[in-house]
């Protein structure tokens, strides 16, 4: 919650809501994107294995983990709602080359 607070999301409503870690998520949006948090994704293994293989960046001095193109793919491949259907397609054309077997 503080995480969020320091974002500048309001969450006056959010502390009264009852999370449960296994199954609760949030999106909140943003102007040009949302940012996601979820307890687990769908056809990966675990937060450390996928943390591991994620590509780590620097932003207005602070570190940002970006999941992998293979774990990404994987989850929505898992997910398999239409939207992430066409993900995959987009990102497995774009992609030919980095992507891993």
């Known amino acids: 919650m503080r995480a969020l607070e320091d974002l500048g999301v309001v969450i006056t409503e959010l502390k009264k809501v009852v999370f449960d870690p296994n199954r609760t998520f949030l999106k909140i949006p943003h102007k040009n994107f949302h940012t996601d948090f979820l307890p687990k994704m769908e056809g990966l293994s675990s937060f450390l294995e996928s943390r591991r293989k994620a590509e780590l960046i620097h ?29 995959v397609d987009v990102l497995a054309k774009k992609n030919k080359g980095r992507l891993k077997s």
């Open 59 to 87: 932003i207005d001095g602070n570190d940002l983990y970006i999941i992998s193109l293979n774990d990404l793919i994987r989850n929505k491949e898992t997910v398999n709602r239409e939207s992430d259907k066409t993900d």
